[in-house]
């Protein structure tokens, strides 16, 4: 399907170079999914991980239950690398 541009109003086709260029430009961003998908991860997990830095304060005694979130949540972008398919631990 021939792609168009708009110049000054007016719609035009784009040339075989143009077509060629914003080909190249859909492939590298298809291909920078999977980044985008773990760093996408990544940002939840720290804001997860944020929420819960005040349990391990000095002066805090941190739970075995807490210490086991703060484990996995740490652990998933090893094993995780589709944001759709993270099964985000429970926070307890």
Do not use: F
Not at 18 to 24: F, G, H, K, L, W
Not at 69 to 86: G, H, I, K
Request: glycine share 2%.
């Amino acid at each position: 399907m021939a792609r168009n541009k708009m110049v000054n109003a007016v719609v035009v086709a784009l040339t075989a170079e143009e077509e060629t260029q914003r080909d190249a430009e859909e492939k590298a961003w298809a291909d920078g999914n999977g980044a985008r998908q773990m760093e996408a991860i990544r940002r939840e997990r720290d804001n997860l991980l944020a929420s819960t830095d005040w349990t391990a304060n000095s002066d805090v005694t941190m739970s075995t239950a807490m210490t086991t979130y703060r484990q996995a949540l740490r652990d998933l972008p090893a094993s995780n690398a589709v944001y759709a398919d993270v099964t985000w631990p429970t926070k307890p």
